[in-house]
């Protein structure tokens, strides 16, 4: 008999949990490697941050592109970087372009780093 009202568990990020207790497999490696890249650079990771704070975590392009000393290709550039690494979605809006926060790849980042935190303050083996 189920209880109303207990959480459910997300099964789509489990493969990545247990990051410090066994190790990735190739494909989730992979995957976790393409995003971390992604996201290493300081002009895109600042505008995955600038999208991800925006109301509904969406923003359009005209909204971030003002914030940075680079050109606008270059901006253009970055955006796609994120969207091909499956960190962000886009659409298309008359002449403005909207890019919005993939949860799911936001949920595993995240996932995948506070169990690494966890386990680790927890003592876990390394």
């Not at 704070?53 to 592109?65: P, T, Y």
């Not at 995240?110 to 935190?117: K, N, Q």
């Amino acid at each position: 008999m189920s209880k109303p009202g207990l959480p459910l568990t997300d099964v789509s990020a489990c493969a990545y949990a247990p990051l410090v207790r066994e190790p990735l497999s190739s494909a989730a490696a992979a995957d976790i490697a393409a995003k971390l890249k992604a996201l290493s650079d300081p002009v895109r990771l600042r505008l995955f941050s600038l999208v991800a704070s925006h109301a509904n975590r969406e923003a359009c392009v005209c909204d971030i592109s003002g914030d940075f000393d680079v050109s606008q290709p270059t901006i253009s550039h970055h955006l796609r970087v994120l969207k091909e690494a499956g960190l962000l979605a886009s659409e298309r809006r008359a002449s403005w372009v909207y890019y919005s926060v993939v949860p799911e790849a936001l949920n595993l980042i995240s996932s995948v780093l506070s169990t690494a935190a966890d386990d680790m303050a927890l003592g876990a083996p390394a």
